[in-house]
């Protein structure tokens, strides 16, 4: 389960909207519970979408974005846990593209959909390689503490 705080699904649709047409991206920093897919997300980093091809259906969080965050995060407790991007005017559902882009097996992959400029559906995936597939992971958001 990953655990989404209000605070950072509203970030996430703000970027998502304001990025519309185009993709949005950005890293999550959060803490693993035991070794399963228990994510607590604290804290998002949203990334210019520096993908070389058409921005409305790929996206590349910025290189240097990520390694200055590892670089911060060090061996502490919190990590780069996964990353988000939306899909303007498709549901949040990982297409071909993203399939090619699982770069780091153990990354939460949050998809977030944009109808019309508006934010709509999010949902979690992780990538399963025995199955060579994303599966879907439930995703709650809410306020910190509940
Ligand atoms: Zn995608």
């Given at each position: 389960?990953?655990?989404?705080?209000?605070?950072?699904?509203?970030?996430?649709?703000?970027?998502?909207?304001?990025?519309?047409?185009?993709?949005?991206?950005?890293?999550?920093?959060?803490?693993?519970?035991?070794?399963?897919?228990?994510?607590?997300?604290?804290?998002?980093?949203?990334?210019?979408?520096?993908?070389?091809?058409?921005?409305?259906?790929?996206?590349?969080?910025?290189?240097?974005?990520?390694?200055?965050?590892?670089?911060?995060?060090?061996?502490?407790?919190?990590?780069?846990?996964?990353?988000?991007?939306?899909?303007?005017?498709?549901?949040?559902?990982p297409?071909?593209?993203?399939k090619?882009?699982?770069?780091?097996?153990?990354?939460?992959?949050?998809?977030?959909?944009?109808?019309?400029?508006?934010?709509?559906?999010?949902?979690?995936y992780?990538f399963d390689?025995?199955a060579d597939q994303f599966q879907?992971?439930?995703?709650?958001?809410?306020?910190?503490?509940?």
């Open positions: 389960m990953i655990r989404l705080p209000d605070p950072f699904f509203r970030t996430i649709a703000d970027e998502a909207e304001d990025a519309y047409p185009m993709e949005c991206c950005g890293l999550f920093v959060g803490r693993r519970k035991d070794a399963g897919d228990d994510v607590l997300i604290t804290r998002v980093q949203p990334s210019p979408n520096v993908a070389g091809g058409d921005r409305r259906g790929s996206f590349l969080v910025d290189a240097k974005i990520q390694f200055d965050m590892m670089r911060e995060l060090g061996d502490g407790p919190e990590q780069i846990v996964g990353h988000y991007h939306s899909h303007p005017d498709h549901p949040p559902r297409s071909d593209r993203d090619q882009s699982v770069y780091y097996p153990d990354h939460v992959w949050v998809i977030i959909g944009v109808e019309d400029g508006h934010a709509g559906e999010i949902a979690a992780l390689h025995a879907q992971v439930d995703i709650v958001t809410g306020n910190p503490g509940n």
